[in-house]
């Protein structure tokens, strides 16, 4: 079955560092997307990665484990424009699909 | 400028009044997608398209059409809406069914059924 499991919320303080955590169950994976959604829009795309490790763009890192069903993603010098929620979604199946976490709503104060 | 764009943004209307979402594209992207977002579930795959005539359900298809007789054109229609169909809906595309291409999403669409 399909299984995403990420933390619901989460606060941080401008300029520090946040980790946001997700694990997942899916059949055929085949990758795994980070997207960011403030409220009220569009998800917009941060992240992919399909390899185990670290992709680090700019403020923003993500890392994958296949083996261990997991990944997290990395914010770096946290900026107020930074609090959005932030979806974890799994790759599955041989096309497109993506599965889609609940998200993590996080909340960056001064 | 690469956009997706949704019509209407923004809908009430009543149980069982026929409505259509217009979806388009100018990315040239063959891969297309409808979601529903509702609070604590995350968006949900509703129907997706791989390229023209060519439809497939997704995990919530149920009260829901969709038709793909344009590459650009992706409609969503909803034949007899109920109040469970009151959400937020997400038209994506992507290049093209392979994985590892991100989905770029319009800006949605707030459906209320009353």
């Known amino acids: 079955g399909q299984n995403i499991d990420q933390p619901t919320e989460m606060t941080a303080t401008e300029g520090a560092i946040v980790q946001i955590n997700c694990t997942y169950q899916t059949s055929g994976f085949n990758g795994l997307f980070w997207y960011q959604q403030h409220a009220g829009e569009a998800p917009t795309f941060l992240s992919y990665n399909v390899l185990d490790g670290l992709e680090e763009k700019g403020r923003f890192s993500s890392f994958l484990s296949r083996s261990k069903g997991y990944s997290y993603l990395l914010l770096k010098e946290l900026q107020m424009k930074d609090s959005a929620s932030y979806l974890c979604?799994?790759?599955?199946?041989?096309?497109?699909?993506?599965?889609f976490g609940a998200g993590t709503r996080l909340a960056v104060h001064p | 400028e690469a956009q997706v764009t949704q019509n209407p943004r923004y809908l009430i209307t009543v149980t069982g009044k026929k409505l259509t979402v217009t979806c388009s594209q100018n990315?040239?992207?063959?891969?297309m997608s409808w979601y529903r977002q509702d609070p604590g579930l995350g968006l949900r795959q509703i129907y997706y398209?791989?390229?023209?005539?060519?439809?497939d359900k997704g995990d919530v298809p149920e009260g829901y059409k969709v038709s793909r007789k344009e590459k650009r054109n992706f409609p969503l229609i909803l034949e007899s809406p109920s109040p469970n169909q009151t959400s937020l809906y997400f038209c994506?595309?992507?290049?093209?069914?392979?994985?590892?291409?991100?989905?770029?999403f319009g800006p949605g669409t707030r459906l209320t059924v009353t």
């Open positions: 994506a595309s992507s290049h093209s069914r392979d994985s590892f291409y991100e989905q770029y």
């Open positions: 990315m040239n992207h063959e891969y």
């Open positions: 398209s791989m390229n023209v005539e060519v439809t």
């Open positions: 979604a799994p790759g599955e199946g041989g096309y497109n699909k993506l599965i």
